[in-house]
């Protein structure tokens, strides 16, 4: 039961995760390549104290979730609530070190200019945003497939059939000692 609860955690996480990022690459940042630079920059550095709290949250639980899912499971489901952590940590690397930093630019041109080179630098936060982008989504479908597969093996889960179960209990059942 505590793996099917980890299991939901992560997915919603994940999942929420991915649906902010992913709204942000297909209608935030189109609007900002649409309006003028200084209303980007303005709305940009706002948007950012807000996103500071929730998405990094939403990052760690994600990444937390998965990453313990990985150690109670085993097989299959182990390498994929894994490889799930994993690309989860990988968005919270490409933000921090990638998107924050040039945020942090932003803000600054916000309350000055933007300098010559900031196309560039711009192109480089979206380029930034869309890795982030591409990593939470493919753990979202992982832990999707995970899902879709059935309870996931917990490291002493008893047998579903009624022969299983009879041999479960006589193996508990029979001890062993020196």
Same mark, same amino acid.
């Given at each position: 039961?505590?793996?099917?609860?980890?299991?939901?955690?992560?997915?919603l996480?994940?999942?929420?995760?991915a649906g902010?990022?992913?709204?942000?690459?297909?209608?935030?940042v189109?609007?900002?390549?649409?309006v003028p630079?200084?209303m980007?920059?303005?709305?940009?550095a706002?948007?950012?104290?807000?996103?500071?709290?929730?998405m990094?949250?939403?990052?760690?639980?994600?990444?937390?979730?998965s990453?313990? #899912?990985a150690?109670?499971?085993?097989?299959?489901?182990r390498?994929i609530?894994?490889?799930a952590?994993? #690309?989860?940590?990988?968005s919270?690397?490409?933000?921090?070190?990638?998107?924050?930093?040039?945020?942090?630019?932003?803000?600054?041109?916000a309350?000055?200019?933007a @300098?010559?080179d900031h196309?560039?630098i711009l192109?480089?936060?979206?380029?930034?945003n869309?890795?982030?982008t591409?990593?939470? #989504?493919?753990?979202?479908?992982?832990?999707i497939?995970?899902?879709?597969q059935?309870? @996931?093996?917990?490291?002493?889960?008893p047998?579903?059939?009624?022969?299983?179960?009879?041999?479960w209990g006589a193996?508990?059942?029979?001890?062993?000692? @020196?």
């Amino acid at each position: 039961m505590r793996i099917r609860l980890l299991q939901a955690l992560a997915l919603l996480a994940t999942g929420l995760l991915a649906g902010a990022f992913g709204y942000g690459a297909a209608n935030l940042v189109p609007t900002f390549n649409a309006v003028p630079l200084d209303m980007r920059l303005s709305f940009h550095a706002e948007l950012m104290k807000m996103n500071g709290i929730t998405m990094q949250a939403a990052m760690a639980v994600s990444t937390l979730s998965s990453l313990t #899912l990985a150690t109670l499971t085993r097989g299959r489901a182990r390498l994929i609530a894994g490889a799930a952590g994993l #690309l989860t940590l990988a968005s919270f690397l490409i933000t921090r070190l990638g998107n924050v930093p040039i945020n942090g630019r932003i803000k600054e041109w916000a309350l000055t200019s933007a @300098p010559a080179d900031h196309a560039e630098i711009l192109r480089r936060w979206e380029l930034f945003n869309n890795l982030r982008t591409l990593t939470a #989504l493919t753990a979202f479908a992982l832990l999707i497939t995970l899902a879709l597969q059935g309870p @996931p093996t917990g490291r002493k889960q008893p047998p579903r059939t009624a022969r299983g179960r009879a041999w479960w209990g006589a193996r508990r059942s029979v001890r062993i000692t @020196p």
